[in-house]
């Protein structure tokens, strides 16, 4: 079974940073691309950029470009994202999920970790 | 830049009603669209990709159609777990871009 587990919530102050992580298991992880999608709180969905931990290929969102860096370690089949100088604007819901490159199926999000909730407030 | 426009906003139907949600394109994105349903405090879920084709598990009361700038998810009748947000989805080049969502409530 494809499973993606995501790190805990947190809560952090202004300007603090924060790194999330996302575990996959039950593929070769090094094999597909992992997206990271942001859900602020009773919104809709945001892609903001994209892994493929086999060669670390990433491509970002430009509303997320500089803002965060995605990074992967395939050795642990995880995912990162980091987010630098936190804002209250930064409150949301994190997603990661797993894009197939290949196939009829190729640039969807086939499988979804939990959420990771974070938190900015002073 | 790509946008992805759901309409309506709001869908609000009974129990083994038929519901028929549009997701529109601009510009033209041949047939790669990407269907998701979001309960309430869940994931997302995948349900159509490239276009017409369900996703594993999911079941045939969802069908998805339509090419170049106007797409649809039909949910042929609804049941009470149906209740949540669709969204549509589109890749262009390499970038991934969701529509604004339309929650259907039972």
């Known amino acids: ?122 | 830049e790509l946008v992805l426009t759901q309409s309506p906003d709001t869908l609000s139907l009974s129990p083994g009603e038929r519901a028929t949600l549009s997701c529109r394109a601009s510009p033209s994105v041949g047939s790669s669209v990407a269907w998701y349903q979001q309960r309430v405090g869940q994931s997302p879920r995948l349900l159509i990709y490239s276009g017409s084709n369900r996703a594993t598990g999911i079941p045939a009361r969802f069908s998805g159609s339509g090419s170049g700038t106007d797409f649809t998810l039909t949910i042929s009748s609804l049941e009470p777990e149906d209740s949540a947000v669709y969204y549509c989805q589109q890749r262009s080049n390499w970038l991934w871009t969701f529509g604004q969502g339309t929650k259907v409530e039972i």
């Open chain 1, 1 to 122: 079974e494809v499973q993606l587990v995501q790190s805990g919530a947190e809560v952090k102050k202004p300007g603090e940073s924060l790194k999330i992580s996302c575990e996959g298991s039950g593929y070769r992880f090094a094999s597909y691309w992992i997206a990271w999608v942001r859900q602020m709180p009773g919104k809709g969905l945001e892609w903001m950029g994209i892994i493929y931990p086999g060669n670390l290929d990433t491509r970002y969102s430009p509303s997320f470009r500089g803002q965060v860096t995605i990074s992967a370690d395939k050795s642990t089949s995880s995912a990162y994202l980091q987010l630098n100088s936190l804002q209250a604007s930064d409150s949301a819901m994190y997603f990661c999920a797993r894009v197939p490159g290949d196939g009829l199926s190729m640039g969807s999000f086939d499988s979804w970790g939990q959420g990771t909730l974070v938190t900015v407030s002073s």
